[in-house]
């Protein structure tokens, strides 16, 4: 399972006045609308609106929610699901629990990384920083600053009435990144991160979609860390460094 880790207008109508009657000898003098009847517009948030929003959204210490997820590797055209909860603590502690279509748990405390699969009694180990750097992975709900410190924010759609849906590009165009773009539908109503679509440099989409979130939890360090059970293979993941060398 393949794991890479969001107004409309309204107007008023103005309805024509009655004709007079015919019969009438004189005009009557046109009446000027009254205040309540002339056009009001909801004036559309700005992108910085809707990113302070967010902020402010997820300014506490943590929360969780449900996720589903589907990720697609463009060259093969092979799709993965699967679905889960995920607990998060600021800044940078992530823990996703796949419940399907293979038990899994993912757990960063902002420096280790540990990918768990019980069913095959194996854990793979790396640095966090390098497979969660600058928004990598839905990242940046662990510390939702990297959006607006990290990426150039534009709008990708105005006209979904019920979310606001942005597009994040890199800001750093020298620096080598493996996220090409993101989409994030933003909840009109709520405020509340309700999707993420990720590409990568080859055209590879990774699709989460949240849901029930529970904010401004306190959750123990504890939730971040893995405690290797006995007997259990552990496998090294290829870190930044390696990478570079080859």
Sequence with gaps: ??????????FLSIHPLSAQDSSSKTDSPAEKPRASELPVEVVSPSIDDIVTRVEKRYSGPGFSARFDQRS????VQITDKGFGKVF???????????????KQIIITDGNKLWMYRPDENQVTVGYAPDYFRDGKGASFLSDIRVIRQNFDVSFEKKDDPDYHVLKLLPKDKEK????????????????????????????DETAIELSSFQLNQKFDD????F???EGTDILQMEEEGDKKKK
């Design 1 to 10: 399972m393949k794991f890479i880790v969001f107004l409309f207008f309204t």
């Design 72 to 75: 697609t590797l463009k060259d």
């Design 88 to 102: 998060i603590k600021r800044p940078g502690m992530m823990r996703w629990e796949y419940e399907a279509p293979d």
């Design 176 to 203: 080598k990144y493996d996220i090409s773009h993101i989409f994030l539908s933003v909840s009109k109503k709520t405020g509340d991160v309700a999707k993420i679509i990720t590409y990568n440099t080859y055209g």
């Design 222 to 225: 504890a939730m971040f860390s």
């Design 227 to 229: 405690v290797v059970p």
